[in-house]
């Protein structure tokens, strides 16, 4: 395992943790983990944080990167936006992208690619290339898939959580890192939504299985 521990800083100065199982350059088409997109959701959080523990403990057969979370401002201050107060999942420079915004809470930026922790997350996706990007929230139970709609990833962590599969989370999200990825890349997306307030370990134990068979069986 690598800590990649110059990797990026947050508005205020925080450092990102990002862990990968090599060198990010030789990285072979690699699962891209991210954790606290969303500061004021932890449950997202726990989950990569339980993810990290598990990787140190078993052998792959994927190459990956986990960032445990990209939005440590927001986490520190339980806020979903970042210490400039933008949605980093309304950020993301995709030709959806809009200054619009229905609650503040969704403030994506005065441009498109502005947060720092949007650049540098920008940034590795370009590096790395990754097969598929999973990134980590709470709010109701699904797994919402943006990208083929036979996507294997998403049916094992759809059949193995019994959390069903969603192609939108249900009202528009442009500049979102499901929208760029998929749409500007050409690179699916995988965004788990878990239950809010639900205890660490129960969430893992719901997750744990599908992380498992993508990440340890050569033939998914």
Request: charged residues 20%.
């Amino acid at each position: 395992m690598i800590i990649n521990s110059q990797w990026a800083t947050s508005v205020n100065n925080n450092y990102i943790p990002l862990y990968s199982s090599n060198e990010l350059t030789e990285l072979e088409r690699p699962y891209l983990f991210i954790g606290g997109v969303h500061g004021d959701e932890p449950e997202g959080v726990a989950l990569a944080q339980h993810l990290l523990g598990h990787l140190k403990k078993i052998k792959t057969q994927k190459d990956w990167a986990l960032i445990t979370c990209i939005n440590p401002d927001g986490f520190n201050l339980n806020q979903r936006t970042n210490a400039q107060f933008v949605d980093l999942n309304r950020n993301f420079p995709s030709k959806q992208w809009s200054d619009q915004f229905s609650q503040q809470r969704y403030f994506p930026g005065k441009t498109a690619g502005s947060e720092p922790e949007v650049k540098s997350l920008i940034n590795l996706i370009h590096l790395i290339q990754p097969k598929v990007i999973f990134h980590f929230h709470s709010w109701k139970p699904e797994i919402i898939l943006t990208g083929p709609k036979n996507l294997k990833e998403a049916q094992i962590f759809s059949q193995t959580s019994q959390y069903p599969i969603k192609l939108d989370i249900g009202y528009p999200t442009p500049g979102s890192l499901g929208d760029f990825g998929w749409h500007e890349l050409n690179i699916p997306v995988i965004c788990i939504e878990e239950k809010e307030r639900i205890p660490p370990e129960e969430s893992w134990k719901h997750f744990k299985t599908a992380f498992e068979q993508i990440l340890c069986h050569k033939d998914i």
